[in-house]
């Protein structure tokens, strides 16, 4: 199931940018944050792949979406230029960002890959 984040729910499930200048992940299972807007068209093609995604990898990873346009300060903090932007976050180690509405072969290679999630 996908999450939507709020700033204050980013803070304490992912990543303080406040109180953190180097990356420190939050949360215990890896997981890809999905930044989008409502009026962008790539991200509704998006979304219901990564919640299928979510579903599949229950318990294995998690999907949390943030709103560009209602938290622009998060997306700030990673320069999130274009929409939709995926970042994936491994448990340990530094998250990579990817640009684009990923089609299902590729984002399950990368939760392979990058999250090493099987």
Not at 1 to 17: A, G, Q
Not at 82 to 107: Q, R
Request: charged residues 30%; contains cysteine; aromatic residues 10%.
């Amino acid at each position: 199931m996908t999450e939507h984040l709020t700033k204050d729910e980013f803070i304490s499930k992912v990543f303080d940018y406040e109180k953190n200048k180097e990356w420190n992940y939050a949360g215990d299972l890896p997981a890809i944050v999905d930044f989008y807007a409502e009026w962008c068209g790539p991200c509704k093609m998006l979304s219901p792949v990564l919640e299928d995604l979510s579903k599949e990898f229950d318990g294995k990873l998690r999907v949390y979406k943030i709103d560009t346009d209602k938290e622009p300060e998060v997306s700030g903090v990673f320069g999130i230029q274009s929409v939709p932007t995926l970042l994936f976050i491994p448990a340990k180690g530094d998250p990579t960002m990817a640009m684009g509405a990923l089609p299902k072969p590729e984002l399950k290679k990368a939760i392979r890959e990058v999250l090493g999630v099987e």
